[in-house]
């Protein structure tokens, strides 16, 4: 999709795909044949550039059917660039950072305030946690006792000008959730089984929010791509395409 579209991004969706592999494949509670259904738990994509493996897990799942995603970045496609609310089983367009944080606090406090069960997931770029915005959102969560929101800091420590190190140094990362109120879990991205048995302890302490820190490589499954900047931006030509698949099928 990213390089048929000439589009960006590629390395930020390989960072969290095995993240977003066993959020949907293990433990959302979603229905692809009824994707308004109001007891569903709901998962924001805050970094919403890295919609497009996003749009791939979806329709894979059912939610719109896969020949779509051929029009990907195309003029008059609704598979936007950015996360767009009107493609079936996206929750919120996101895109600008900074803002789904505030969503998910607002939609994890509306279902307490109805008693409803269902769980409020957001996926955060390290990036954005240089956004004031999104701690203000956090010290609303923890104020507001949100045990039934889920925070996934996707931590490949490289955002759009740099490493997270050079632009605003985020260190010691876990000790200002923890000093805000959040209970904490710090996991390999990568590590399916980690990932699993951690969302399946929420909430790791009642009327605490929950965060997991996954350290994660951008690009990763792809050697020329794991941890280089430019991946942020550039598109696979057809070469590089089929070296990317070509690793991709052989690491599975």
Request: contains cysteine; charged residues 25%.
């Amino acid at each position: 999709m990213v390089s048929k579209s000439k589009s960006s991004h590629i390395g930020s969706c390989l960072s969290i795909a095995d993240i977003l592999a066993v959020i949907y494949g293990r433990n959302l509670l979603i229905d692809p044949k009824r994707s308004n259904w109001n007891e569903r738990d709901r998962f924001i994509l805050s970094k919403g550039h890295a919609v497009s493996i996003l749009y791939a897990l979806l329709a894979e799942l059912g939610f719109f059917p896969e020949a779509e995603l051929d029009t990907y970045c195309e003029d008059g496609s609704i598979l936007a660039g950015h996360a767009n609310h009107y493609v079936n089983g996206v929750e919120f367009s996101t895109g600008s950072l900074g803002h789904g944080l505030s969503v998910g606090c607002g939609i994890a406090l509306a279902a307490r305030t109805d008693k409803k069960s269902f769980k409020t997931y957001v996926l955060l770029s390290d990036g954005e946690m240089n956004e004031g915005s999104t701690w203000e959102a956090i010290l609303f969560a923890a104020q507001h006792k949100l045990d039934n929101l889920i925070v996934i800091v996707d931590y490949n420590k490289l955002q759009g000008l740099g490493s997270t190190a050079e632009v605003i140094n985020l260190e010691p990362l876990s000790d200002k959730w923890i000093s805000c109120g959040w209970e904490i879990r710090e996991v390999n991205g990568h590590d399916h089984h980690e990932l699993f048995d951690t969302f399946n302890s929420i909430p790791f302490e009642k009327e605490k929010p929950n965060v997991i820190i996954a350290h994660t490589t951008k690009g990763k499954g792809v050697s020329f791509m794991e941890d280089k900047l430019e991946w942020h931006y550039k598109s696979p030509n057809s070469d590089q395409l089929k070296l990317a698949l070509d690793e991709l099928t052989n690491s599975e």
